[in-house]
């Protein structure tokens, strides 16, 4: 069945980096756009950054823009999210999002919590 793991959040004190991943099986992990999104309580989910199937083609909000860079490995089916320079803001929990051409190509994983504080 499909699986998006993700993996690397914690706490990290402001200015400082982490590094996210997302491992991905039950599906044709090299055809999918992937994604990054993050939600506050009390807030919708927002896109954080996207990478096109190949890798070829990054967006990102701009509020995050210049501090994350978003990578994958289609050897490993594996989504990465760089972080640095972290802010309080930054903090969310963080999801991984696999996008197909159908609208029912649209996967999930659980999340993984990022806590920026001192």
């Known amino acids: 069945q499909v699986q998006l793991v993700e993996s690397g959040g914690g706490l990290v004190q402001p200015g400082g980096s982490l590094r996210l991943s997302c491992a991905a099986s039950?599906?044709?992990?090299?055809?999918?756009?992937m994604n990054w999104y993050r939600q506050t309580p009390g807030k919708e989910r927002e896109l954080v950054a996207s990478?096109?199937?190949?890798?070829?083609?990054?967006a990102y909000k701009d509020s995050v823009n210049g501090r994350f860079t978003i990578s994958r490995d289609n050897v490993k089916n594996t989504l990465y999210l760089q972080m640095m320079s972290l802010k309080p803001d930054d903090t969310a929990i963080y999801y991984c999002?696999?996008?197909?051409?159908?609208?029912?190509?649209?996967?999930w994983g659980k999340g993984t919590l990022v806590t920026v504080s001192s």
């Open positions: 999002n696999a996008r197909g051409w159908r609208n029912d190509m649209n996967y």
């Open positions: 990478i096109s199937s190949v890798g070829g083609t990054t």
């Open positions: 039950g599906f044709t992990y090299s055809t999918y756009t």
